[in-house]
């Protein structure tokens, strides 16, 4: 199994910075993917950003330019780093991690953050 832990948000002024960190503990050989969302009070989760293998990074357009996604693989650690904070970026943000663990040919994970919320105030 495959835990992670968020942290990072807050509130925070428009204009404001904030970076969100994923870690995750278990026995990971290898994190094939990783994405963060959001899911803003009576809205659907959206994908914000994800990194994997290929294409490489991808953005929400409503993001792009002001979030950066990351990833220390020493640290097992993901990052979200938001810049250019907007009111409408408040929701609360999850982190998902899919990989493989112990070997080559161990089996795949999938886990999800408990969530951290982000309040962006006007």
């Known amino acids: 199994q495959v835990q992670l832990v968020e942290s990072g948000g807050g509130l925070v002024q428009a204009g404001g910075s904030l970076r969100l960190s994923c870690v995750a503990s278990?026995?990971?050989?290898?994190?094939?993917?990783i994405g963060w969302y959001r899911q803003a009070p009576g809205k659907q989760r959206e994908l914000v950003a994800s990194?994997?293998?290929?294409?490489?990074?991808k953005y929400a357009d409503s993001v792009k330019g002001r979030f950066t996604i990351s990833k220390d693989n020493a640290k097992n650690t993901v990052y979200l780093q938001m810049n250019s904070l907007k009111p409408e970026d408040t929701a609360v943000y999850y982190c998902?991690?899919?990989?493989?663990?112990?070997?080559?040919?161990?089996?795949?994970?999938?886990?999800w953050g408990q969530g951290t919320q982000v309040t962006v105030s006007s």
């Open positions: 998902n991690i899919a990989g493989v663990l112990g070997s080559r040919t161990g089996p795949q994970f999938d886990s």
């Open positions: 990194l994997t293998s290929a294409p490489g990074t």
């Open positions: 278990g026995s990971i050989f290898r994190i094939n993917a």
